[in-house]
């Protein structure tokens, strides 16, 4: 619970300022007892046959008094109340907003690989129930717990006025119940443990299954997705039921303790009475007190509850924080505009593969050049792509921006200048403007435009009923896999890169639009404006590369332009004989 305090601690003036308000709250609530007992019954109510006598306005007098005192005490305490509302509301308001977005913060900032090894949905969880289940403890703590703390001082010091033995009875019970409680609630603590585990699981398949429901849908496999989904909400489900049974059976021992406590204090109470120790309006006064404490602490379950579901969720959310977020190098040099980039013997294996997936790879390129990667599935197209953008760092070797090592370069400067297009296009919900200006928030109409022609994608917007405000759907599903390619080719232009990167930008396209996509990126390439990456399969897509290096189990093991490799006749050009056909190889 360290991260909670933490947070708190940073709304110390606000908190301050509730607990006195709910204390003042508590204290003018509990002076109606009081003021009954010690201004009505005891000195008018038990003596009636007194003022009988002829001091009828005496009584009626004291009589409007003390339901003067009591109608202000409530009008205190209920104006205590509102504001205590309100601090209590701005602190879980304020305190949620800054631990969801310190987590998210946090989140975007970590390692690539981290992403890789855990769903989205998952990590939203995570912050969305640390979120919640914060604000309802500290909600239960102030309004509740702390409340009725108030109340049992007040009440002892009223008891202990009275008989210092009555006191007693009220603070053992109040720790009795209180150790009870903690003690059948430790078996909450593990239950609430795996309901945040398997919640959290839940969450990223259900987020899974939404973003994939285009292929779900397709595959008549909505009824499967149900299945797979229920067997997690069955699992929640019978730890949630777990979890009733234990606190209905804590409910259970608190009511049935509580309720022979109050006969202990009735029994006493009488026996005070009958000992001429107390009077008759104390009597009831105290009574009602009994319901005023005990009442609250039978809520003692409940606030326990949420303290151990807000410590499972916190100790989610502190795992999270405490991985370490990628960390820009000391003193980094800014890269204002690449010219050259270089790989010098570059390696890098994953950590649960047996062997590298680029192996002392190198190569260069200048600004207005253009390169391409090709070779077959597994053979470190994507891991190089990865190196480029920063999202791996290499096991060996060196990475050099403008001749200088990327370990010493701001990786933020780069990725600035960097444009991709990949297979899968990266499209937000939204209009077409939002998703081209994602990039370059401040980007002008005019420049959106121009990328877009840049892209050959006028024809989306010919027949866009809104042009630029035209709403593509969540992931562009309103688009072709065409259009969607244009659209992602002109947001990577819109920034004007200095790196322009395409991987594998049309193995999902049929063969029209493949060529159509094709002449764009040749266009693109042909304006020298920046240094032209291309990741391909589809030799058709490279053949206009000033450069072409096969790769091949993670080496380079050819390079040379297009008629250079096939004049080799090796891997370059088996896989041109198997795509294109021999009539077209020779």
Known sequence: MKLLYQYLSRYKLLIILALLLAAINQVFSLMTPYILGN???NPYASKVEAFRAGAEQAYFNGILLGLGLIIGSAMISRIAKAFQDYAVNVIIQKFGARLYTDGLKHSLQLPFQEFEDQRS???????????????????????ILFATLVGIVFVTIVAYRLSPMLPLIYLVGAVVLSLLTSFLSKRIKLIQKNIVKETTSLAGST???????ELVKSLGLTDQEISRLNNNTNKILDLELKKVKSIRSISFVQGTFVNFLQQCIMFALFYFLFHDRIQLGDLMMMQFYSFFIFGPLQELGNIILSYREADASLQNLQNLMQKEVEQEPVNAVNVDDINTLAFDKVSFQHKSSTRPALDKVSFSAIKGETIAFVGP????????VKLLLGLYKPSAGSILYNNIDERTVSLNSIRKQLGIVTQDTQLFSGTIRENLKFVMPEATDEAVLDAVHQASGKSILARSDKGLDTIIGEGGLKLSGGERQRLSIARSLLRQPRLLIFDEATSALDSITE???????EEISKERNQITILIAHRLSTVMHADRIFVLEKGKVIEQGNHNDLLDLKGLYYAMWRQQVGAEYAE
């Not at 987020?207 to 429901?213: D, G, Q, Y």
């Not at 599935?377 to 190089?384: C, D, E, V």
């Not at 060529?515 to 990126?521: F, G, L």
């Open 515 to 521: 060529s159509e996509i094709s002449e764009t990126m």
């Open 39 to 41: 201004y009505l019954i």
């Open 121 to 143: 949905g998952e990590t939203l969880s995570v912050l969305i129930k640390a979120r919640a289940d914060c604000e309802k403890f500290i909600t239960n703590f102030i309004n």
């Open 377 to 384: 599935s597994g053979s470190g197209k994507t891991t190089l």
């Open 207 to 213: 987020t899974e299954s939404l973003r994939n429901i």
